[in-house]
């Protein structure tokens, strides 16, 4: 029972322009949701996160969005650079634990 | 320290025999979290401690799999009997308090399992 999911395995996008990396969930409990980007041989490294009583989180480049009602997440990255590739996880928490639910990840390849 | 630290980084052993991995978490931290990344992209949550107590251990293959976090010590994760199938990747994670507070990993410990 994959509760998080990220259907897209793999996204390529030509460097400068945004990448948009997508997330839904199942699990109404979930209220806590973070991105993390891995490299491969390294852990993941945390980039942003979002709380269910937002819908928009931004960072810099990043920028998260909740959709609650679709139980859906994106992450926007722009302008894409060539060191932005790499996997991204979404994950999410929720209840009474607090364990990180990861997705399959995406694997990003900026294309200079 | 600045950042999770997990020894070793690499750990062969033979089918039946025991694996310790070990994790110190950034200073400051309470919790400390342990996942399993068998499949090159799946995370498998297996047991959080709040300081020194089992917070969560739902993930846990009890009958093999132990873990610690004791005070002034790195917390460790024992598999005793390896088996082929616990060849994966080991990272842990630690927050420095709170639900919703953000998990920081570790490099990882490469399990491989002849």
């Known amino acids: 029972d994959q509760q998080v999911k990220q259907n897209s395995p793999s996204l390529s996008v030509q460097e400068g322009r945004i990448s948009i990396l997508n997330c839904d969930y199942t699990?109404?409990?979930?209220?806590?949701f973070l991105w993390y980007k891995k490299y491969p041989a390294e852990g993941p490294t945390f980039l942003i996160s979002?709380?269910?009583?937002?819908d928009k989180n931004e960072d810099g480049r990043f920028t998260v969005f909740l959709n609650k009602s679709a139980k859906h997440l994106s992450l926007h990255i722009v302008p894409s650079q060539p060191g932005d590739s790499a996997v991204y996880f979404c994950?999410?928490?929720?209840?009474?634990?607090?364990?990180?639910?990861f997705g399959t990840g995406t694997l990003l390849a900026v294309q200079p | 320290g600045e950042e999770v630290a997990q020894t070793p980084k690499h750990l062969v052993r033979g089918e039946g025999q025991k694996a310790k991995l070990y994790c110190a978490p950034i200073?400051?931290?309470?919790?400390v979290f342990w996942y399993q990344q068998v499949l090159k992209n799946e995370f498998k949550f297996l047991i959080s401690?709040?300081?020194?107590?089992?917070?969560?251990e739902t993930g846990m293959p009890k009958e093999r799999f132990s873990a610690k976090c004791l005070p002034n010590s790195p917390c460790s994760l024992e598999i005793q009997a390896t088996k082929l199938e616990d060849s994966a990747v080991y990272f842990c994670?630690?927050?420095?308090?709170?639900?919703?507070?953000?998990?920081?990993f570790g490099p990882g410990t490469r399990l491989t399992v002849l």
């Open positions: 994670a630690s927050s420095q308090s709170g639900r919703t507070d953000t998990q920081y």
């Open positions: 699990n109404s409990m979930f209220d806590y």
């Open positions: 979002i709380s269910s009583i937002k």
């Open positions: 994950a999410a928490t929720g209840g009474a634990t607090n364990k990180l639910i």
């Open positions: 200073k400051g931290h309470s919790y």
């Open positions: 401690f709040q300081n020194e107590n089992v917070f969560d």
